[in-house]
Every structure is written in C-alpha cells, then in structure tokens.
C-alpha cells in the first residue's frame, strides 16, 4: 500500500481528492466528464486488480467534476474472477493513505420489482451478504470487527437525493443484496431474496462497502438497474443484456454525480 500511496501522491504531485467514485458497468464514461485528467493504468499502481471483466476500463483518474477535486476508478475486480472478496482493497487502502474521506460506488444490478424496471436507479439503502464471503477474513487484528448499523452514510444518501431532484432524476431506494456470481440467479433464488427484504441484486459492491467502512471511510452506493430478476421477465439473462441496458440507467446517474458535484453537496 505505502508504495502506492507514494508513487500516486508522486504522479498526481499532491492532488489529493476527499471524494473519489468507483465506476461500474454503464458509467466508464463518466470520466470524460473530468477536467484537467490525469489517468493512470491500475497496471502501473502496486497492489490494484486487473479486472477480466468487459466494461471496466481498469484506470485511476483524478482531476475536476464541475470544478471540483475528484478521483475515480474506471473499474474493479469482482469476487467472481478469482475467488478473492478482497481484491480491491489494495485500491482502496491507497486512495485513504492519500486522503479520500468519502467513497461513492456505482453498480449494475437486477431489480426485484416491476415497479423498477431497467433503466432505473436506485439508491442503495442497506445491504445483504448472501454470499457469505468477507473481504476481513484473514485480518489479524480487532479491527477487523467492523460495525455496520450505518454502513451507507445518512448525510451521503441525502446529498444524493438532493442531487437527483436537482436533475430531474427519479431515485429509488431500497436494499442491495450480494449474490458471488458469475452466474445469474435462479427464479428460486430471487423468490427467496425478495421474502428476505431485498429490492435489487448484484455480483459486486459490498465487499467494497466492508473495506471502506474498515478504512473510516463514509460511503455511499447506487445501482443503476439492468434487468429483471429471473423468472420476472421472458427470456434467460445475459451479461449482454447488462452491456446493453448499463449505458440507459448510467446516463441518468451520471446526471445526479455531476449535480453532486456542481451544486457542492459532497465535501470534496
């Protein structure tokens, strides 16, 4: 980590962030949105994952969203790609050892309800770890013992809303829970994670929010909603379907990060 934090803070000579976003599926665009860009592969960083997945760029990138200090990482590593739930801790261990206080992840998930058909976002309220994975095993000290009564921050989540009302986009809310994937749910399955109090289900996310919360860092997360749960809609799931649908819904939280960022709700 410390030879990440070193060579970054040599790189970005000293640009240090307080906010920086993780880019999932259908918002790698985003970062043309950044002004004065300084972009470094995740391959020249010590320590970040090299993500297999189509549509993670793979990059940090750190400049100004509407004139404000921003870092993003166009791209993570998935739990499914090599059985390891904390491969984005090396990253995320960096961007606290150069100062980021606030964490704002972005994801593509399959929504549990019509009332949240593709193309919508929601805001993550909670979370489920279904998967039963913890990116904290292995850690030696009690730190590891993280609290999560308040994994997702209340000021995050209102800034947010206040964000998508100020751009016109509707924001739904509701609970996220983790599935491992790399296969897509059963009708079964989605059955049971509606009786548990999910609203929406993803491959991704949550172990970044236990990481984060371990780091003292405040987060925030949304999804950008890509499908039905199986067995909802007619026709077998695909990871085309998500290539295909992440660009509608991350337009629109796309929208709602830039007013974040414009009408300065977060503390950058």
Sequence with gaps: MKEAVDLLTERLEGFAPRVALVLGSGLGGLVDAVEKPVRIPYAQLPGFPQSGVTGHAGALVAGYMEGRPVLMLSGRAHYYERGDAAAMRPALEALAGI???????????????????????????????????????????????????EAYDAGLRTALERAAEKAGVS?????????????????????MARTLGADAVGMSTVPEVILARFLGLKVAACSVITNLGAGMAVGELSHEETKDMAPVGGEKLARVLRCLFAEGLVDA
């Excluded at 924001?171 to 059955?191: C, D, N, Q």
Aim: charged content about 20%; glycine content about 12%.
């Design 99 to 149: 100062g980021v206080e606030h964490l704002v992840l972005t994801n593509a998930a399959g929504a549990l309800t019509a009332d949240m058909p593709p193309g919508s976002v929601m805001l993550i309220e909670d979370h489920i770890n279904f998967s039963g994975m913890n990116p904290l095993i292995g850690e030696e000290t009690d730190r590891r013992f993280v609290g999560m009564s």
């Design 171 to 191: 924001l739904h809310k509701g609970v996220y829970m983790w599935f491992s994937g790399p296969s897509f749910e059963t009708p079964a399955e989605i059955r």
